[in-house]
C-alpha cells in the first residue's frame, strides 16, 4: 500500500531543464528503491533512472546518463529528477515508481508495485 503521486512536468524547448518531483505515502517503510520510468506514444514504457533509497546508489539509461540527475529525501518520502539538456527525443510521459522489494533489478519495471499518475514532458525543437 504505497501511493505516489509525480509534478513538475511542463512544455520545455531544447536544451532547456525542467524538475520533477515524486511523492511517497502510505507504506513506504517498504520502499527500496525509487526510479523514473517514461512512455512515449507508440513506446513501451523505459527505465529512466533509479535510487537506493539507503545508500543513495543510482542508476541511469544510458540515454539520460550526464544530462539528468536523480536525488532523494527521505524524510519527505520525495524523490526528484533534474533533467537539465533536455532534446525533443526526450518527451514522453513521465512516471514515478516506488520499489517495495529485492524483486527484480532497478532498471526493471516488473519490481516496481506502485505507480504514479505520470507527468507529461514535452521538448520543443
Known amino acids: 500500500q504505497v501511493q505516489v503521486v509525480e509534478s513538475g512536468g511542463g512544455l520545455v524547448q531544447a536544451g532547456g531543464s525542467l524538475r520533477l518531483s515524486c511523492s511517497a505515502s502510505g507504506r513506504t517503510f517498504s520502499i527500496i528503491a525509487m526510479g523514473w520510468f517514461r512512455q512515449a506514444p507508440g513506446k513501451e514504457r523505459e527505465f529512466v533512472a533509479a535510487i537506493n533509497r539507503y545508500n543513495g546508489i543510482t542508476n541511469y539509461s544510458n540515454s539520460v546518463k550526464g544530462r539528468f540527475t536523480i536525488s532523494r529525501d527521505n524524510a519527505k518520502n520525495a524523490a526528484y529528477l533534474q533533467m537539465n539538456s533536455l532534446k525533443p527525443e526526450d518527451t514522453a510521459v513521465y512516471y514515478c515508481?516506488?520499489?517495495?522489494?529485492?524483486?527484480?533489478?532497478?532498471?526493471?519495471?516488473?519490481?516496481?508495485?506502485?505507480w504514479g499518475q505520470g507527468t507529461q514532458v514535452t521538448v520543443s525543437s
Open positions: 515508481a516506488a520499489k517495495p522489494g529485492n524483486y527484480g533489478a532497478l532498471t526493471e519495471i516488473v519490481g516496481y508495485r506502485s
